[in-house]
């Protein structure tokens, strides 16, 4: 069988030894005193992507999401897991385990129902941001619980935790990232000065990365290195990392940057001095309880390095261009494959695993910038589904193919999802594929002012679903790195982002359906956001140039002004991207791109 290079499907969930996991650490509990403890899937660093010492939420329940948590209390134990995951949380936990909606149910709510009044809950201060806990602490003052910071049991109870990564950080050249290190640590060391605080505490790897252009291997898919750091008002940085992972950054960073070892980190913020600007959404809770005990002023803001960090650069966006026709012409070439191959034996796993070998045909491929979503019939309804040799299923003809996928170039970090008709499709199946179209169209078409937020944008890619009575349970997009994390914040496109666009932000769209047993589609490109000359008004411009299936879409459900839009779509990816394919997808390319 053909192994991938940066992907494993093998199982990663244990759901059998999660009773007795769970019995050893309510064990250690009531040793403690505590009625429960509290499991994020996030590491210190509030990753999405956790490495294999982190797992400790699936460690305990077998559920592998890339958000959720877990509640143990001494006679029962939530998972609570959001809209993108219920499907899957069923399949992956043991009957001793009870799946929780979040955030319809909330954390303090459920625990005012399974705890009683004067009782504690435990949690790794480490592992909690300052806003996560005092939420917590409010909400439940009234139920008269508590919250208790402990060592964490769990690390504990696992006996073949694995060790923590020591990847080697490397410089990322300024050719790439557009600006140098010292300009960046001097724009936001002015910044520090003009509001008269002293330094900023930075816990957040993607944004050291992005500050001192250097990158990493700690965790997959995502070219961070775990550290966390200290910048000062006078431009100086102290840098708290692993002595094993600095010898190739040390003579780039040397003159401005302090390098000390990661127990250093508590000791150095007891001895801060004048107003320290913390970020509450980032912080970890125990480092604002030693800035507490040690009388350390703090102004709550969001971290400095997120605005600058999402508004890319004009080399950064020129460089993502290219990384995005590169990505575009490998999807291309994929597509192409698959609409010629016979269905019947070709698997999940053979599609994720021939997609990573076109995009390999690049020498610029450093990694695949998440595991390869590769869902076919009823695990398309899954939105983050991962293929394992379990749940690996052969295609068939009458379903449709869901793939979600992205490479990590030096140039660039992509993401793109299509969805493809595999034989013939039944109407409902094709009205829906359309109504997302409809919904990415309205989205990819927009003007808007400046100063519009996601959530201003986000019923655009939802209108046509909500006048059938559908609707997809994820935001509609995220943001996206530059040669760093896929999912990217401060700006995204959903409900909630109150983050206004502004001009050089790489944000997703991708609106989707899923009916739970029977299909899912989504279609997503990426977009950057543009400045309109001589106005106050911003606009989208698409990076992604891969043809959209036109044998889901029911033609007479669109309007003259979506079908105009598509038939342009496809007439820029035939001009872009023909140059770049063999003549047999160039062949496939004029045929899929016709007008309709």
């Given at each position: 069988?053909?192994?991938?290079?940066?992907?494993?499907?093998?199982?990663?969930?244990?759901?059998?030894?999660?009773?007795?996991?769970?019995?050893?650490?309510?064990?250690?509990?009531?040793?403690?005193?505590?009625?429960?403890?509290?499991?994020?899937?996030?590491?210190?660093?509030?990753?999405?992507?956790?490495?294999?010492?982190?797992?400790?939420?699936?460690?305990?329940?077998?559920?592998?999401?890339?958000?959720?948590?877990?509640?143990?209390?001494?006679?029962?134990?939530?998972?609570?897991?959001?809209?993108?995951?219920?499907?899957?949380?069923?399949?992956?936990?043991?009957?001793?385990f009870t799946p929780v909606h979040w955030p319809e149910t909330s954390l303090a709510v459920w625990l005012s129902k399974n705890m009683r009044r004067g009782e504690s809950l435990g949690f790794d201060p480490w592992l909690h941001t300052v806003s996560e806990i005092e939420k917590a602490q409010n909400d439940l003052a009234d139920a008269g619980i508590s919250l208790k910071p402990i060592?964490?049991?769990?690390?504990?109870?696992?006996?073949d935790q694995p060790g923590k990564p020591i990847s080697k950080a490397f410089f990322y050249d300024e050719k790439y990232s557009g600006q140098s290190h010292l300009d960046k640590l001097t724009n936001l060391a002015k910044q520090l000065k003009q509001n008269k605080h002293s330094a900023t505490i930075i816990t957040l790897p993607e944004n050291i990365s992005w500050l001192l252009n250097?990158?990493?291997?700690?965790?997959?898919?995502?070219?961070?290195?775990?550290?966390?750091?200290?910048?000062?008002?006078?431009?100086?940085?102290?840098?708290?990392?692993?002595?094993?992972?600095?010898?190739?950054?040390?003579?780039?960073?040397?003159?401005?940057?302090?390098?000390?070892?990661?127990?250093?980190?508590?000791?150095?913020?007891?001895?801060?001095?004048?107003?320290?600007?913390?970020?509450?959404?980032?912080?970890?809770?125990?480092?604002?309880?030693?800035?507490?005990?040690?009388?350390?002023?703090?102004?709550?803001?969001?971290?400095?390095?997120?605005?600058?960090?999402?508004?890319?650069?004009?080399?950064?966006?020129?460089?993502?261009e290219q990384a995005h026709l590169r990505d575009s012409a490998a999807m291309c070439e994929f597509l192409c494959w698959l609409d010629h191959q016979d269905m019947g034996k070709l698997s999940e796993i053979d599609v994720a695993i021939s997609l990573e070998g076109f995009r390999l045909t690049n020498p610029e491929l450093i990694e695949i910038s998440f595991d390869t979503i590769s869902?076919?019939?009823?695990?398309?309804?899954?939105?983050?589904?991962?293929?394992?040799?379990?749940?690996?299923?052969?295609?068939?003809?009458?379903?449709?193919?869901?793939?979600?996928?992205?490479?990590?170039?030096?140039?660039?970090?992509?993401?793109?999802?299509?969805?493809?008709?595999?034989?013939?499709?039944?109407?409902?199946?094709?009205?829906?594929?359309?109504?997302?179209?409809?919904?990415?169209?309205?989205?990819?078409?927009?003007?808007?002012?400046?100063?519009?937020?996601?959530?201003?944008?986000?019923?655009?890619?939802?209108?046509?679903?909500?006048?059938?009575?559908?609707?997809?349970?994820?935001?509609?997009?995220?943001?996206?790195?530059?040669?760093?994390?896929?999912?990217?914040?401060?700006?995204?496109?959903?409900?909630?982002?109150?983050?206004?666009?502004?001009?050089?932000?790489?944000?997703?769209?991708?609106?989707?359906?899923?009916?739970?047993?029977?299909?899912?589609?989504?279609?997503?490109?990426?977009?950057?956001?543009?400045?309109?000359?001589?106005?106050?008004?911003?606009?989208?411009?698409?990076?992604?140039?891969?043809?959209?299936?036109?044998?889901?879409?029911?033609?007479?459900?669109?309007?003259?002004?979506?079908?105009?839009?598509?038939?342009?779509?496809?007439?820029?990816?035939?001009?872009?991207?023909?140059?770049?394919?063999?003549?047999?997808?160039?062949?496939?390319?004029?045929?899929?791109?016709?007008?309709?």
């Open positions: 069988m053909k192994t991938a290079k940066f992907q494993s499907f093998e199982e990663q969930s244990s759901p059998d030894q999660g009773p007795k996991r769970l019995t050893a650490l309510r064990k250690e509990l009531k040793s403690q005193g505590l009625a429960g403890f509290l499991i994020p899937r996030t590491d210190m660093y509030q990753g999405e992507n956790v490495a294999p010492a982190d797992e400790r939420l699936a460690w305990l329940t077998g559920f592998t999401g890339s958000a959720g948590f877990c509640v143990a209390l001494l006679k029962t134990a939530g998972v609570f897991v959001d809209g993108r995951y219920r499907v899957q949380v069923k399949n992956q936990i043991n009957k001793v060592v964490n049991p769990i690390d504990k109870l696992w006996k250097i990158r990493g291997n700690d965790v997959a898919h995502v070219p961070i290195i775990h550290c966390v750091g200290i910048l000062h008002a006078d431009a100086s940085f102290d840098l708290f990392i692993d002595h094993r992972k600095v010898a190739d950054i040390q003579p780039y960073l040397g003159k401005v940057v302090r390098f000390h070892g990661m127990d250093k980190f508590p000791k150095d913020l007891k001895k801060l001095s004048g107003t320290v600007r913390i970020d509450p959404k980032s912080l970890p809770f125990a480092a604002i309880t030693i800035l507490k005990k040690a009388r350390i002023a703090c102004h709550r803001n969001y971290d400095p390095i997120a605005l600058p960090k999402a508004r890319k650069n004009s080399v950064e966006i020129s460089q993502a869902a076919s019939g009823p695990n398309a309804a899954l939105p983050h589904y991962r293929v394992t040799q379990d749940s690996d299923r052969i295609l068939q003809q009458g379903e449709v193919m869901l793939v979600d996928s992205g490479g990590q170039y030096l140039d660039g970090t992509t993401d793109i999802t299509r969805t493809i008709a595999i034989g013939a499709q039944k109407h409902h199946v094709c009205e829906a594929f359309t109504r997302v179209l409809q919904g990415m169209i309205a989205v990819s078409r927009l003007t808007f002012p400046k100063g519009t937020a996601g959530r201003d944008i986000d019923a655009f890619a939802r209108a046509p679903l909500w006048a059938a009575g559908q609707d997809f349970s994820h935001g509609t997009g995220h943001g996206v790195g530059h040669f760093l994390t896929v999912h990217e914040g401060p700006q995204s496109i959903s409900p909630k982002s109150t983050i206004p666009f502004e001009a050089g932000m790489i944000v997703s769209n991708e609106p989707g359906y899923y009916l739970e047993g029977e299909f899912g589609i989504r279609t997503e490109n990426l977009l950057v956001v543009t400045s309109i000359p001589n106005s106050d008004f911003l606009d989208f411009r698409t990076l992604n140039f891969v043809p959209i299936d036109k044998r889901l879409i029911v033609k007479k459900m669109l309007t003259e002004e979506e079908r105009t839009w598509l038939n342009d779509y496809h007439q820029i990816c035939r001009d872009k991207i023909s140059r770049r394919l063999t003549p047999n997808a160039v062949r496939w390319l004029k045929k899929v791109t016709a007008p309709l």
